[in-house]
């Protein structure tokens, strides 16, 4: 009998596994050999099942569960089956990957800000900012402030004055808000600095009269004038991070729609629960969709064919047959981008399902937010 069948070693040897992951498959009750002598012990594979042994071997280096390497094995299964569980894990080794890519770009920036930090100049700036711009400015980024306290330099805005203009920055790594004010300068160059959050809550209430206020930054303190009143604190004494890297984006599409219309189809979109990454709070995941054509819509984002519209499931996805980019995104943070924008015109831009979704207003440039794409958990394998 042995003379027609493989030793452990030869099979080990064509099939590219070792002598150890052969005795861990058997004994694993995936790959097993044909016989085993009584006497010696001594494991011995028919010819047959050297096509399944490569297979094993190429599943092995892909990473895929041992269960799930268990059931492609499985005969019993079919084809259709084990092509299911195949492309699962190729989904999940894509979505994996989209996470590396947004860790890597955030951890890019991180070393850039070594390199090349926002400037926090000590020389102080003064100058005068319509009240009513300002206060839009801040309701525009507050909502995207930082609460981790691992990252200090995000719990408050990022205030910038550039020539004439006061750029406004914050960021929970999740997302991203940009807003722009013109600025009369009184005395003073560029400066930059961060405010915590409580001291622009109260900024922001001393702007409510309307009027001019007079902001004074760029040294250890911030300081704001309006309506007779003035409230003063410390900036944060961090660097914070070049966040101009993150807005060069490249949309591959552009819709323009209302924020009533962006409002329904959220609320006919087919959500799921997961855990929000940075505080395991559960959250709402919506999947939106851009179709070639402008089309604005939802779906499950469960659907194989992920990238086209032909899988949309909310009666709201993209024409039929009209290639759709589509992006997951938590529920409650694009609503929260819509509020703070303040706008019923909207501008959507989505460069692909791993890129940023950027919410824009028209005839707005400067001002507009970004939410980083969330990774979907995949469906049990049939």
């Known amino acids: 009998m042995e003379s027609d069948m493989r030793s452990i070693g030869e099979m080990a040897r064509d099939s590219g596994l070792t002598v150890s992951a052969l005795r861990y498959y058997d004994g694993a009750d995936v790959f097993g050999p044909a016989w085993v002598d009584p006497q010696t012990g001594y494991r011995w594979y028919e010819q047959g099942q050297l096509a399944d042994a490569r297979l094993l071997s190429r599943l092995r280096r892909v990473g895929l569960p041992l269960a799930d390497i268990r059931l492609v094995l499985d005969r019993s299964a079919g084809s259709a ?6 492309d699962a894990h190729l989904r999940r080794l894509e979505n994996g990957l989209a996470d590396a890519r947004r860790e890597l770009s955030f951890i890019r920036a ?9 400037e926090h100049h000590r020389t102080e ?6 009240a009513a711009a300002l206060a839009a400015a801040l309701d525009a980024v507050r909502f995207a402030v930082g609460g981790d306290p691992e990252q200090p330099a995000l719990a408050g805005v990022l205030f910038e004055i550039e020539g004439e203009l006061l750029r406004l920055v914050a960021t929970d790594r999740y997302r991203l808000a940009v807003a722009e004010a013109a600025v009369a300068v009184a005395d003073g160059g560029p400066a930059a ?4 959050a409580a001291l622009v809550d109260g900024a922001r209430a001393l702007l409510a009269g309307g009027g001019r206020a007079e902001l004074t930054l760029g040294g250890a303190t911030v300081a704001l004038a309006a309506g ?23 949309p591959a599409r552009r819709v323009e729609t209302t924020t009533t219309a962006l409002r329904q189809v959220l609320a006919d979109a087919a959500t799921r629960r997961m855990p929000r990454t940075q505080d395991g709070v559960d959250c709402e995941i919506a999947v939106l969709s851009i179709a070639e054509d402008g089309t604005l819509g939802a779906d499950d984002g469960r659907t194989p ?12 996805a993209g024409t039929a047959g009209v290639a759709a980019l589509r992006v997951a995104v938590d529920r409650e943070f694009l609503l929260d981008a819509i509020r703070a924008g303040a706008s019923e015109q909207l501008v959507l831009e989505l460069g692909g399902p791993i890129a940023p979704l950027a919410i824009r207003t028209p005839g707005s440039n400067g001002t507009f937010s970004l939410l980083m794409p969330v990774r979907l958990t995949e469906p049990a394998s049939a």
């Open 305 to 316: 064919d992920a990238g086209t519209a032909e899988g949309g499931a909310a009666g709201t």
């Open 110 to 118: 991180l070393l850039d800000q070594r390199e090349n930090p926002v």
């Open 125 to 130: 700036t003064r100058v005068t900012v319509d």
């Open 193 to 196: 600095a961060i405010v915590p």
């Open 81 to 86: 089956a084990a092509h299911r569980v195949v």
């Open 228 to 250: 007779g009143h003035r409230i003063e604190g410390a900036a944060l004494d961090h660097d914070y991070p070049d966040y101009r890297r993150l807005v060069r984006l490249e």
